[in-house]
């Protein structure tokens, strides 16, 4: 039977990076995935590298410190699959924020940032204007510009996991985790290979199944703690108009919430909403009022969009966010990411609950120091902050 050191279910992004972080500690990986790489949330994201300029406002200061930290990291290591883009924020008469509060508030993601080159920010002159994808000016007071980052997170994801094999890490794929049995230093684990049957042994099983992280914790013998978690939907949709002077960070004129108006593949990527789900992960799907919500929200501020319609929707996916479980609205809470662990100081099975696209990389740096004292100690191959990731083949 063979042993590994370290054992992950879930071929999202935050699996492929515990399975790359384990490989470059020197330990030996492997990740179990059911589907495809990244064929869950991590292809249904907003596609965005990002600080979260919004997480200011709840007072996530270390999120965002983290976060535009990993940005950095990524425009660094993964150059062909990060772009470093400008976004516009359209200040109206009847925008709640004021230019000087959106000031403030990018002077802030600017200190946090370390006033490096890419968190320069400014208005944009009126003179300008026009060439801002056809924005509507009526009533427009002021567009301010700042800078974050896009990828492709299905590609990024795929990286990861490239990375990873190179440095000996493996990848079992279609396969499906049937069960876990906790030892007195590890775990024993079987999954579905094809239609074999096969078994395993981990000093720590990683349970990064994303949504389904509650499922594949509640297949692990004896039980363990499960945190109080809800699942969240958010919908994009693609509308077919090119945009291409940035992406427009702009406010639901129902509601205020924040949704991205994006350059895709020559068509215009709208997202997202924030929807309790109570089904089953596999049957997430967007609903006809989150796409009427999108689209609304793309005609209020694009004359070009005014005349179209659920049918013109090119594209449109749905993916779950792992939120604390919690009385306020999903847009209030915190994004943090949840670790949790089957015992302490030797953990033998550590969940992933929740967490951003941006994080990945030091979500896993953290997995790998929580679980350090389970694990041998080994010279390192490879620090993941150096490792160049290329676009997959």
Known sequence: MKQYDVVIVGGGIHGAGVLQAAAAAGHSALLIERVGLASGTSSRSSKLIHGGLRYLESGQ????????????????????????????????????RRPWQLKVGLWMYALLGGFD????????????????????????????????????????TRAVVQSAL???????????????????????????SGAQAIECIARVLVNAAGPWAPQVAGKVRPPIAIPDVDLVQGTHIVLPFAVTAGIYYVESPTDGRAVFVMPWHGAALIGTT??????????????PEEEEYLL????????????????HIIQRFAGLRVLPAA???????????????????KPRVLGIYGGKL??????????????SASLPALQPRAATDQLILRRPA
């Open 117 to 156: 080159a890419s968190t320069r920010f400014g208005a944009v002159p009126r003179h300008e204007w026009s060439t801002l994808d056809g924005l509507d000016t009526q009533g427009l007071d002021a567009v301010i510009r700042y800078h974050d980052a896009q990828t492709d997170d299905a590609m990024l």
């Open 327 to 345: 009385s306020q609205g999903a847009f209030d809470r915190s994004r943090e990411t949840i670790f949790s662990t089957d015992r302490e100081p």
């Open 61 to 96: 200061f270390a999120l965002v410190r983290e976060s535009l930290r990993e940005r950095a990291i990524h425009l660094r290591i993964a150059a062909d699959l990060v772009e470093l883009k400008p976004f516009f924020i359209p200040v109206y008469q009847d925008t709640r």
């Open 274 to 287: 924030e929807t309790p789900y109570h089904g089953a992960p596999d049957q997430v799907h967007p609903l």
């Open 296 to 311: 609304a929200v793309a005609r209020h501020y694009f004359p070009a969009f005014r005349h179209l319609t659920r049918e």
């Open 358 to 371: 941006t994080g990945w990389r030091a979500a896993a740096a953290h997995v790998l120091q929580r679980i």
């Open 166 to 192: 190179s440095l000996g890490a493996e990848l079992a794929m279609p396969a499906s985790f049937s069960a876990a049995t906790l030892t007195d230093d590890g775990v024993r684990l079987s999954y579905v």
